[in-house]
């Protein structure tokens, strides 16, 4: 059962304009929200998280938005840059367990 | 090392062979995860250990998926009889204890033809 979901496989954004990456959760059991950037041939790298018991962090370009009673959360990057082009994927933990989504993929045009 | 890493970087086999797929997890890090990426998804949870014990393996798909952590370091995932449907990215991730951080690894792309 997927209990994360990016129901967007990809998005294309101009450089220096925002991006909006969503997800959606159906286990109200997750505490911490996480979001990992991704490159190919290369592991996922932490990019920024949020508790259950806040409804925003921010960090740099990156704010990440957590609306529980909608079960959804969002990754705004802005200004969008080139080296940003990466598959991001939202997870969600509950205890030590990690639930990702399935990715969306992001390009930066010039 | 620096990182989490993981060996081989590829490997391919013939369908019923036997791999063993190796993970390097970060010096000092107890807790060490591995995941299993099928094209087009996000990783998936197989197993977690603290120490040298396996403290969860609800997400091994079969028992012909066995992990080993003997040391408490170095892991090792053993897959027997590879099915096609094996082939994926697998995943190795480590962490200074459960509830931290998860530093992945690079991956080890399975392919069983």
């Known amino acids: 059962d997927q209990q994360v979901k990016q129901n967007s496989p990809s998005l294309s954004v101009q450089e220096g304009r925002i991006s909006i990456l969503n997800c959606d959760y159906t286990n109200s059991m997750f505490d911490y929200f996480l979001w990992y950037k991704k490159y190919p041939a290369e592991g996922p790298t932490f990019l920024i998280s949020?508790?259950?018991?806040?409804d925003k962090n921010e960090d740099g370009r990156f704010t990440v938005f957590l609306n529980k009673s909608a079960k959804h959360l969002s990754l705004h990057i802005v200004p969008s840059q080139p080296g940003d082009s990466a598959v991001y994927f939202c997870a969600a933990r509950y205890d030590y367990k990690l639930s990702f989504g399935a990715g969306t993929t992001v390009t930066v045009r010039a | 090392g620096a990182g989490v890493s993981q060996t081989p970087s590829n490997k391919v086999t013939e369908k019923g062979k036997y791999v063993e797929l190796r993970c390097d997890p970060i010096?000092?890090?107890?807790?060490l995860y591995w995941y299993r990426q099928s094209l087009g998804q996000g990783p998936e949870f197989l197993i977690y250990?603290?120490?040298?014990?396996?403290?969860?393996d609800s997400g091994l798909p079969n028992d012909r998926f066995f992990a080993v952590r003997p040391e408490g370091s170095v892991s090792t995932l053993k897959i027997q009889r590879t099915e096609r449907g094996d082939s994926a990215v697998y995943l190795c991730?480590?962490?200074?204890?459960?509830?931290?951080?998860?530093?992945f690894g690079p991956g080890t792309r399975l392919t069983v033809l």
């Open positions: 991730a480590s962490s200074s204890v459960a509830n931290n951080e998860q530093f």
């Open positions: 010096s000092g890090h107890t807790a």
């Open positions: 949020i508790s259950s018991i806040k």
């Open positions: 250990f603290q120490g040298t014990g396996a403290a969860d």
